[in-house]
Nanobody, 123 residues
Framework: QVQLVESGGGLVQAGGSLRLSCAASGRTFSTYAVAWFRQAPGKEREFVVRISWDGGSTYYVDSVKGRFTISRDNAKNTVYLQMNSLKPGDTAVYYC????????????????WGQGTQVTVSS
């Protein structure tokens, strides 16, 4: 069982930066792939980025490439999402999600979800 807690959201002006954290419980977190999703008001939840269990592989949705960076520190059971050059269109609740490493990396189906953290980008 893995429990995920997101933090780091807030209000920022366009062009600003935020770093989200996804802290996990459980000794085996280092064997889980992790992803960030987001859901804007009135829209469906969308995939943003994923990272493999060892950090060796990442995949970003085109809209955030070059602006967002995912990383992880398995010693701290934490995954980070550094978000730079934020745009009003990035406004959403951001969720992290995790799945065991034996599940296909490229298929975005996850077993565990956090409660989300709000990111608001003002123009």
């Amino acid at each position: 069982q893995v429990q995920l807690v997101e933090s780091g959201g807030g209000l920022v002006q366009a062009g600003g930066s935020l770093r989200l954290s996804c802290a996990a419980s459980g000794r085996t977190f280092s064997t889980y792939a992790v992803a960030w999703f987001r859901q804007a008001p009135g829209k469906e939840r969308e995939f943003v980025v994923r990272i493999s269990w060892d950090g060796g592989s990442t995949y970003y949705v085109d809209s955030v490439k070059g602006r967002f960076t995912i990383s992880r520190d398995n010693a701290k059971n934490t995954v980070y999402l550094q978000m730079n050059s934020l745009k009003p269109g990035d406004t959403a609740v951001y969720y992290c999600a995790a799945k065991p490493m034996y599940r296909p990396f490229h298929i975005d189906e996850y077993d565990y979800w956090g409660q989300g953290t709000q990111v608001t980008v003002s123009s």
